[in-house]
């Protein structure tokens, strides 16, 4: 009979589990104002190898969440006005132009692409153009608490608890 060598799992497989637990959490203690499925995903990529990659990681994603989120804001708004069907590929199409335009040329950061695209685009294609503002708030405030959720708990570890240096990129 072989032995089998089971490894225990190493503390990012906690951190992310426990980061997972707590953003479903408080989805149900807000009674729905927070979505859980949104959160979990947040968390689950918020959670780097190192805290100075996760710190970095939530910054770019709570940046790109706004830009996505104020953009996505004023299209549905735009396409709320205008109620012309068609009018979706047409805003969706300049919305991503301007944000890869906005993120590439002008800020230069071109890691707030993919986010900040995913935002504006499920806040212009995903929900109908009846919804209130508020859906992209929502959007925007599942990002920051899940991120910020899934920072502090990342920010524990036994060995270094008190000796954290986090390194900002450029």
Request: aromatic content about 8%; proline content about 2%.
């Amino acid at each position: 009979m072989k032995n089998i060598n089971i490894e225990m799992p190493g503390l990012r497989i906690i951190k992310t589990v426990l980061s997972v637990f707590i953003v479903i959490l408080l989805s149900h203690l807000s009674h729905g104002i927070l979505q859980m499925y949104d959160m979990a995903i947040v968390a689950i990529l918020a959670i780097q190898s190192d805290v100075s990659e996760s710190f970095n990681e939530v910054r770019n994603r709570i940046s790109s969440t706004i830009i996505g989120g104020i953009l996505g804001t004023i299209a549905m708004c735009i396409g709320y006005i205008l109620k012309i069907e068609i009018l979706d590929a047409i805003i969706a199409s300049l919305g991503v132009f301007i944000i890869l335009y906005l993120c590439s040329k002008i800020i230069d950061r071109s890691e707030y692409i993919l986010i900040s695209c995913y935002v504006f685009l499920a806040i212009v294609l995903d929900e109908p153009a009846t919804i209130s503002w508020l859906y992209p708030l929502r959007v925007m405030l599942n990002t920051v608490v899940a991120s910020i959720v899934a920072m502090i708990v990342n920010l524990y570890n036994p060995k270094y608890l008190f000796r954290r240096r986090i390194k900002l990129r450029k």
